[in-house]
């Protein structure tokens, strides 16, 4: 019998996949024993839990800001709408650009849900679950051994990404064009 997967779309914030799968596999433990069909088992033996990580895409971005020459309220500018932002706004984005270094609160978790709302970087986020969801598919022999499960901003994440996998219209992929189809590729949850 195929292992099944659960695919876990994380929130903002930095995460690794060894601290997602333990935080998960914690939750289930600690459900687990509440009921006394389940108390005995191991999550490991039931499932595979699949982190899915996007953080490094916006790190990545966030550095590249540090040493660009071209200031961050500059690059706010250019983004649709974002114009008209008020000059106590620009002067805020500007004592920020200075510190997108350094590991704030701000610049590890609410810079992720802006960059992921405002940038072309959605999606290249999008693009990388929509391939974990198909590797998953292949590696559990068949969608109905996928579970998925977005949390926080992942939620968001997953909900766009299925949308546009199980869209009209095929998304370009490393060069393939994917498409999953709602009843051939439906997944077995979606959490």
Not at 52 to 64: D, G, H, N, P
Not at 165 to 181: C, F, Q, R, T, V
């Amino acid at each position: 019998m195929a292992r099944k997967h659960l695919l876990v779309v994380h929130g903002m914030g930095q995460h690794t996949d060894e601290s997602v799968k333990a935080e998960v596999a914690d939750a289930f433990t600690t459900a687990f024993s509440r009921y006394a069909s389940l108390k005995d088992k191991k999550v490991a033996d039931l499932m595979e839990i699949v982190p899915v990580s996007y953080a490094e895409i916006f790190e990545t971005f966030r550095q590249q800001r540090t040493t660009s020459n071209e200031g961050l309220s500059k690059w706010l500018a250019g983004i649709n709408g974002m114009q008209s932002l008020p000059l106590q706004a620009v002067a805020e984005v500007n004592d920020l650009e200075t510190s997108l270094a350094e590991d704030t609160f701000f610049n590890t978790h609410w810079l992720d849900v802006l960059l992921y709302r405002f940038t072309f970087l959605s999606e290249r986020v999008r693009l990388k679950v929509a391939a974990a969801v198909g590797k998953s598919i292949v590696d559990a022999q068949g969608s109905t051994n996928v579970h998925v499960l977005g949390h926080s901003l992942g939620t968001a994440v997953l909900h766009d990404t299925l949308a546009k996998a199980y869209g009209p219209e095929n998304i370009e992929l490393d060069g393939k064009a994917i498409n999953l189809n709602s009843v051939s590729d439906r997944l077995a949850g979606i959490h």
